[in-house]
């Protein structure tokens, strides 16, 4: 925290490439593991019905896919520029800075927000991610016909900071109204 009545801090597309290679190997690691687990319990726990070599060539397609999943969200993550993303919360409410767009967000245009980050009942992993990412959070603004939300990105060693002086100014939502954890 800058001082008591505030909160800043900026990602780096440096940061954010590295960050994001860490969850692509995160990710890779855990469903890697998953597919060996799942291929010696079917393979090991089968009868003679696998024999003729269909299991091999389904089980050979399914394990390319997820390579090549990995492959695109890697060539992604190092071709791609991130933009510099810039975040100050005072008392008057929030600036956010995008490259050289900034934007001011008064406390008064938002009803609640919600912690995406906390959306799922995978903690080990969402721990893990948070340690690499730091927390998403979304502000629900005031509109009466479809919700519309402003994403904000914490720091993995600021998101509690940035938890409680979101929730000084604006309630939390208990994920009823939130965006679909499936976007």
């Known amino acids: 925290m800058n001082e008591s009545n505030s909160l800043s801090w900026e990602i780096t597309p440096l940061e954010k490439k590295l ?33 003729s070599g269909d299991f091999f060539i389904q089980f050979f397609f399914v394990i390319s896919v997820a390579v090549v999943v990995a492959g695109v969200a ?30 001011f967000y008064a406390w008064s245009e938002f009803q609640s927000f919600y912690d995406y980050s906390s959306r799922s009942t995978r ?37 509690k900071d940035v938890f409680d002086f979101i929730s000084l100014h604006l309630p939390v939502d208990n994920g009823r109204n939130a965006p679909n954890p499936t976007w």
């Not at 791609?80 to 490259?99: A, C, E, M, Q, S």
């Not at 903690?123 to 919700?147: A, C, D, V, W």
């Open 19 to 51: 960050r994001n290679q860490l969850l692509i190997r995160l990710y890779l690691f855990t469903f890697s593991g998953f597919f060996i687990f799942t291929f010696f319990n079917y393979y090991f726990s089968s009868d003679i019905r696998h024999k």
């Open 74 to 103: 890697y060539l992604i993550n190092n071709f791609f520029p991130y933009p510099t993303r810039r975040y100050l919360l005072n008392n008057d409410g929030i600036v956010i800075g995008i490259n050289e767009k900034i934007r």
């Open 123 to 159: 903690t080990s992993i969402l721990q893990k991610e948070r340690g690499i990412n730091g927390k998403i959070y979304y502000l629900r603004k005031n509109n009466r016909f479809f919700p519309i939300y402003l994403k904000v990105y914490s720091e993995p060693d600021n998101y």
